[in-house]
């Protein structure tokens, strides 16, 4: 079984620029989240979709982030224009079951550098 | 609000040593707590959970965590570490009404001397 992958695994752009990252969740799960790490700080929560509802965005942190999973399948999370405090680790993650915590499975992360 | 801190930023050990990571929270209720590992190159994945029971939890590649309530406290602990132990360590309370949105402490690293 295929896991949650990310694309891209690297980005490095300037600031004002825009930047699409995508998360493809394990096939049937209808939960997904997005999470940030930036600059070797905590890992925080920006969303959870349910199929493509948005259940919880209380994470994200200004009008320049803004997920979509349209179709309920992958979700993109776009950026625009991006700030140097952009720059981190943006993780993904999957569920089947959102009651059950242990079940959410990562991705490898996009580490995103903003200059 | 909830919180966790972990008190260790990196740790640096030898082989064979003894580890032990500091986790604490700060809510009531329900307490679900778990520890994420994240290796060099590799997803984050759960190392142990605690949701009730026994306070002393056994996980995956010898790890065990002790929960104390009086303490607020949910310490990892490895009798000895190996050099493939080294890597990030995350120790995570989920919010207590809902498993959807894990709350991470600020993460250990940890770096094992061959």
């Known amino acids: 079984e295929a896991g949650v992958t990310q694309f891209p695994s690297h980005s490095v752009i300037e600031k004002g620029q825009t930047v699409t990252l995508r998360c493809d969740p394990i096939s049937g799960h209808d939960n997904l989240y997005w999470y940030r790490r930036v600059m070797g700080k905590e890992i925080k929560f920006l969303l959870h979709f349910v199929k493509e509802s948005k259940q919880d965005e209380s994470g994200m942190p200004n009008n320049r982030f803004l997920a979509e999973r349209t179709g309920g399948t992958y979700s993109t999370l776009k950026v625009q224009p991006a700030e140097l405090e952009d720059s981190g680790v943006y993780f993904c993650a999957s569920s089947q079951d959102p009651r059950v915590v242990e079940t959410q499975y990562f991705g490898p992360g996009t580490r995103l550098l903003v200059l | 609000a909830q919180s966790v801190s972990q008190h260790n930023h990196h740790v640096i050990l030898s082989e064979a040593a003894s580890l032990e990571l500091g986790c604490n929270y700060s809510y009531g209720g329900t307490v679900n707590l778990f520890w994420y590992v994240q290796y060099p190159g590799q997803h984050l994945q759960l190392l142990l959970k605690?949701?009730?029971?026994?306070?002393l939890v056994k996980g995956i590649k010898g790890f065990e965590a002790e929960f104390i309530k009086s303490k607020f406290s949910f310490n990892l602990r490895k009798p000895s570490v190996q050099w493939s132990d080294t890597a990030e360590y995350f120790c995570a309370p989920p919010k207590y009404s809902s498993a959807s949105k894990i709350i991470f402490g600020s993460g250990t690293r940890l770096s094992i001397r061959p």
């Open positions: 605690y949701f009730s029971g026994d306070p």
